[in-house]
């Protein structure tokens, strides 16, 4: 168990719809990486957040976005979905990244996305 | 385009063979190297990591990965390997050169047979 915890572990919707993945960060953390892993892409980065304040942004799409909450967990909503976005969503946490330091990345269960 | 590549995507060997998996980097720079691995169904652990100092790093579960900064290398070993074993395995790199970004490998499948 890392500590990272994330919900829903599934999520079946239909095409258009929009999801809402919630994230916890292990306690003390203050960085959220979201990833999404599906068989054609691998495992891609997606967006991170310190603190509050997105940081650093990857492949993520426009109908997709994020936030980091004052309690320090995090969401990523996706919208007017499409088939290609049925994937695993991983959440990652670390204590910071403060410009210089590159933490370590500890890693939630992930939440399975099918889109029908 | 700057990028993480790993050789081999599906490895099948017996219980007892040694193991090496091959990731290579593009990046310049200060970098940081981790192997993760991925059980069947489950989430993604950290096998080992390399910030600094010796380059031979050893992990979890028998796990080790030289870093061979001339090679843009850090390849993972294990000498004898376990039915326990088989999962998807990733090599990933950190690199200031990125944004301080994780950038992963496509992954190797590694089967082990008993």
């Known amino acids: 168990d890392s500590g990272v915890t994330q919900t829903p572990k599934h999520l079946i919707t239909a095409t258009g719809q929009r999801v809402t993945l919630r994230c916890s960060p292990r306690?003390?953390?203050?960085?959220v990486y979201w990833y999404q892993q599906s068989l054609d892409q691998g495992l891609q980065f997606l967006i991170q957040y310190y603190n509050g304040e997105e940081r650093a942004k990857g492949n993520i799409l426009e109908r997709f976005s994020a936030q980091q909450f004052p309690d320090l967990h995090s969401e990523l909503n996706l919208s007017s979905l499409e088939l290609g976005d049925s994937a695993l969503y991983f959440c990652?946490?670390?204590?910071?990244?403060?410009?210089?330091?590159?933490?370590?990345?500890?890693f939630g269960p992930g939440t399975r996305l099918t889109v029908l | 385009a700057q990028s993480v590549s790993q050789h081999n995507h599906h490895v099948i060997l017996s219980e007892a063979a040694s193991l090496e998996l091959g990731c290579n980097y593009s990046y310049g720079g200060t970098v940081n190297l981790f192997w993760y691995v991925q059980y069947p169904g489950q989430h993604l652990q950290l096998l080992l990591k390399y910030f600094s100092g010796d380059p031979l790093v050893k992990g979890i579960k028998g796990f080790e990965a030289e870093f061979i900064k001339s090679k843009f290398s850090f390849n993972l070993r294990k000498p004898s390997v376990q039915w326990s074993d088989t999962a998807e395995y990733f090599c990933a790199v950190n690199a200031r050169a990125a944004g301080n970004k994780l950038t992963f490998g496509g992954g190797t499948r590694v089967l082990v047979k008993p």
């Open positions: 990652a946490s670390s204590l910071g990244t403060s410009g210089g330091a590159m933490a370590e990345q500890f």
């Open positions: 306690s003390g953390d203050l960085s």
